[in-house]
């Protein structure tokens, strides 16, 4: 069921997933256009997310804009989610809940800037951009990193602090899955008033519409975004995982299946939520019924393989 | 048990109405190089290629059409076997469904001797004259005329029944063929064909009707069967026991079609994970293409085929149908019949045939258990099923 409408207000809008915006030349949602997602949302009851672009919107836009109950997502601080375009210590974040896009090359030379950020975040989410690209090596070296992150948010918990970072601690407060679930609880309007799965769908392919407002989204074998429809998916317990059905199909050419790269960078982070857990426990109060058994595998697939 | 199917050939001297082969062509052959660097990649990469044995198919188009490159193919499989000591070496077949008609011929027939033992041939010949010449037409030699293949196909058949007693035929049953079912399988068997592989084809060509026309033909077949005691030593895959039963969504949730444990290869060097994935069998969508001979198989793309089960692709009346089993579908045919880009929508054009099936098929097992049982046999046939049946299951 649709609880989400992202509407990007501008072919520039901020980037805030794996996909990057390709896009460098300014078109500004128009409008008529704007007013009908409002009014979209408002009748299907969806919770809008506004994605701007990196310049300031004219007032009508802004007053339009305040006229419903909102989360801004760009580039600056002073909304509701702060986007960094790479790894930088000192952004400016001001507690916002932030997004880091960045390779894992980039993350994993960069563990001090990553905690800074994460004592002066609320949450903070790193999104890789790198994930269709990355090799058995990279996935062993991210391995590394995530340890030693578990070490430093371990330490950063025991003296009273405790820090949010989607990689380690979502998945130590999360019982079933907590996915994107793009398509299924969220659609997304472009500049032009076409619908689309996420921003990526629209990156990649503008005719890869979904439909059109006011009429709303048209989608064929719409089941397949949802969780009980994914084979792999739905036996697994990394919940913390986006489940990206973008990556799954650039990858495996359906949207219901992740690739092995998704699952392992998954089951990585779960492994270390697990070690965490184990860590902390003894010096928490809360956490007592949570529990994150031990595997033996990285990639899910290994254990549904029919 | 691997199946590895070589398309090396496009091209075929038929016509045929119901092939689904779509995209036939004269230009894209196999060449050796292709062929050979399929082979050392698969050869060379037992941890993918883990089964206990191969299945190494040729199909085409007419594969016989293509019969030196085969030969020299089969050389350098059994050569490279052994120098590898794989273990395929000692478990291995060549598989090759043929129109029939080069089957004769001197090369042919020296690709037979040598490898006899370790060969499997399939011709298709799909029933009496009229029913084979209704579909299994030469291509237009610019005449116009339209001129049917039974003759050229039949007069290679004793050989067949002589070099390969025990193989079977295959037919396929479109819209226009339910009138001659009866009459094929039973002439099929007089000509000494006692497998006989039959099915409806997966395509949406059904008419308001067939099923109809379909169930009272397959009655009037078990009739025949059961009446003229073909029912020992002779086979037709439409009646079955194991048909028409609801299935369980948790235990009997298996995907039927083996796309993604098989792996085909294209003249232009491309794997799929099946043949009806290729372009030229491919209506309306793209070719899924899993990988290439120079850069492997992409492992990502074929994680969609082997995590695919029955539940996940069909709709809620498959799901819920009290007919379940033994309805079959095809995954390159959904694929290309679906409404995206996706392996998981499965097609239900085959759904009444299906159903009409499983009420001949039900009336068959009927009337043979009750004939069985005046003549005091039923016991000792049933005995002889379980234990045919039980040593598949051991092999």
């Known amino acids: 069921m649709l609880k989400y409408l992202v509407v990007l207000l501008d072919r520039t809008s901020a980037a805030f997933c794996h996909a990057d915006n390709p896009y460098s030349v300014r078109e500004l949602m128009p409008l008529p256009v704007l007013q009908e997602a409002l009014l979209f949302a408002m009748k299907e009851n969806l919770s809008v997310q506004f994605v701007y672009p990196d310049y300031e919107l004219p007032d009508e836009y802004v007053s339009m804009i305040d006229s419903v109950d909102h989360i801004d997502i760009r580039h600056v601080v002073g909304g509701d989610v702060c986007v960094l375009d790479g790894m930088d210590g000192d952004a400016e974040i001001d507690g916002d809940n932030v997004v880091i896009r960045t390779t894992s090359v980039e993350l994993i030379d960069n563990l001090p800037s990553l905690i800074g950020l994460m004592s002066r975040a609320t949450h903070v989410a790193v999104v890789l951009t790198d994930m269709l690209s990355m090799s058995d090596e990279r996935l062993g070296r991210y391995g590394e990193f995530l340890s030693d992150l578990e070490r430093e948010v371990a330490g950063m918990i025991q003296s009273g602090v405790v820090p949010q970072i989607n990689l380690l601690t979502d998945r130590l407060f999360l019982a079933e899955m907590n996915n994107c679930n793009a398509g299924w609880e969220s659609v997304t309007v472009a500049p032009d008033g076409r619908l689309y799965v996420c921003p990526a769908f629209y990156y990649e392919d503008e005719s890869d519409s979904i439909g059109?407002?006011?009429?709303?989204?048209?989608?064929?074998?719409?089941?397949?975004?949802?969780?009980?429809?994914?084979?792999?998916?739905?036996?697994?317990?990394?919940?913390?995982?986006?489940?990206?059905?973008?990556?799954?199909?650039?990858?495996?050419?359906?949207?219901?299946?992740?690739?092995?790269?998704?699952?392992?960078v998954s089951h990585l982070e779960r492994n270390a939520s697990r070690r965490l857990l184990e860590r902390i426990r003894p010096a928490v109060d809360f956490l007592r019924d949570n529990d994150i058994c031990e595997i033996d595998y990285l990639d899910p697939f290994e254990t549904i393989r029919l | 048990m691997k199946h590895i199917t070589f398309i090396v050939t496009k091209d075929c001297q038929l016509a045929c109405k119901y092939c689904y082969l779509?995209?036939?062509?004269?230009?894209?052959?196999?060449?050796?190089?292709?062929?050979?660097?399929?082979?050392?990649?698969?050869?060379?990469?037992?941890?993918?290629?883990?089964?206990?044995?191969?299945?190494?198919?040729?199909?085409?188009?007419?594969?016989?059409?293509?019969?030196?490159?085969?030969?020299?193919?089969?050389?350098?499989?059994?050569?490279?076997?052994?120098?590898?000591?794989?273990?395929?070496?000692?478990?291995?077949?060549?598989?090759?469904?043929?129109?029939?008609?080069?089957?004769?011929?001197?090369?042919?027939?020296?690709?037979?001797?040598?490898?006899?033992?370790?060969?499997?041939?399939?011709?298709?010949?799909?029933?009496?004259?009229?029913?084979?010449?209704?579909?299994?037409?030469?291509?237009?030699?610019?005449?116009?005329?339209?001129?049917?293949?039974?003759?050229?196909?039949?007069?290679?058949?004793?050989?067949?029944?002589?070099?390969?007693?025990?193989?079977?035929?295959?037919?396929?049953?479109?819209?226009?063929?339910?009138?001659?079912?009866?009459?094929?399988?039973?002439?099929?068997?007089?000509?000494?064909?006692?497998?006989?592989?039959?099915?409806?084809?997966?395509?949406?060509?059904?008419?308001?009707?067939?099923?109809?026309?379909?169930?009272?033909?397959?009655?009037?077949?078990?009739?025949?069967?059961?009446?003229?005691?073909?029912?020992?030593?002779?086979?037709?895959?439409?009646?079955?026991?194991?048909?028409?039963?609801?299935?369980?969504?948790?235990?009997?949730?298996?995907?039927?079609?083996?796309?993604?444990?098989?792996?085909?290869?294209?003249?232009?060097?491309?794997?799929?994970?099946?043949?009806?994935?290729?372009?030229?069998?491919?209506?309306?969508?793209?070719?899924?293409?899993?990988?290439?001979?120079?850069?492997?198989?992409?492992?990502?793309?074929?994680?969609?085929?082997?995590?695919?089960?029955?539940?996940?692709?069909?709709?809620?009346?498959?799901?819920?149908?009290?007919?379940?089993?033994?309805?079959?579908?095809?995954?390159?045919?959904n694929y290309d019949a679906a409404l995206t880009d996706t392996i998981f929508q499965r097609s239900t054009a085959i759904c009444l045939m299906h159903k009409a099936r499983v009420r001949a098929n039900n009336y068959y097992w009927n009337r043979l258990y009750r004939k069985l049982a005046d003549e005091g046999r039923r016991e000792e046939f049933e005995n002889k099923r379980k234990s045919q049946s039980t040593q598949s299951f051991s092999c």
Not at chain 2, 171 to 185: A, G, N
Not at chain 2, 193 to 212: A, L, Q, S, Y
């Open chain 2, 22 to 333: 779509v995209g036939k062509n004269t230009g894209e052959r196999m060449s050796w190089p292709t062929a050979k660097a399929a082979i050392d990649y698969i050869l060379g990469n037992r941890e993918i290629f883990d089964d206990d044995g191969v299945v190494w198919e040729f199909i085409g188009g007419e594969p016989f059409l293509e019969i030196d490159l085969i030969d020299r193919i089969c050389d350098y499989i059994k050569r490279e076997m052994f120098r590898l000591g794989h273990p395929w070496f000692d478990n291995y077949r060549f598989l090759f469904a043929t129109n029939g008609i080069n089957y004769g011929s001197a090369k042919v027939q020296a690709f037979i001797s040598k490898n006899i033992k370790h060969l499997s041939i399939g011709i298709t010949i799909d029933g009496t004259q009229r029913k084979h010449d209704l579909n299994r037409i030469w291509k237009d030699d610019g005449t116009g005329e339209e001129r049917g293949s039974y003759a050229d196909v039949l007069r290679n058949i004793p050989l067949w029944r002589r070099q390969f007693p025990n193989d079977g035929t295959k037919v396929t049953i479109s819209s226009e063929d339910i009138p001659y079912i009866k009459e094929s399988v039973l002439h099929l068997y007089s000509l000494g064909i006692r497998d006989v592989k039959i099915n409806c084809v997966f395509e949406d060509v059904w008419r308001e009707g067939d099923d109809r026309l379909f169930e009272d033909q397959l009655v009037e077949l078990a009739d025949a069967i059961v009446d003229n005691g073909y029912y020992n030593g002779y086979d037709c895959s439409f009646f079955n026991e194991r048909i028409g039963r609801p299935l369980d969504p948790e235990v009997d949730n298996s995907n039927w079609c083996g796309s993604g444990r098989m792996l085909s290869v294209d003249a232009a060097g491309n794997f799929y994970p099946c043949t009806r994935f290729a372009a030229y069998s491919l209506r309306v969508k793209r070719p899924r293409i899993i990988g290439n001979v120079r850069d492997g198989i992409d492992l990502n793309k074929l994680r969609p085929f082997l995590s695919l089960d029955r539940t996940t692709q069909s709709p809620g009346k498959c799901i819920e149908c009290e007919v379940a089993s033994g309805c079959a579908w095809c995954q390159g045919e």
């Open chain 1, 212 to 264: 059109r407002l006011p009429a709303g989204p048209d989608m064929r074998n719409g089941r397949l975004l949802r969780l009980d429809h994914a084979p792999i998916c739905r036996r697994c317990d990394a919940f913390q995982c986006r489940r990206c059905v973008w990556l799954n199909r650039k990858l495996t050419l359906e949207v219901n299946t992740p690739g092995r790269e998704q699952c392992v």
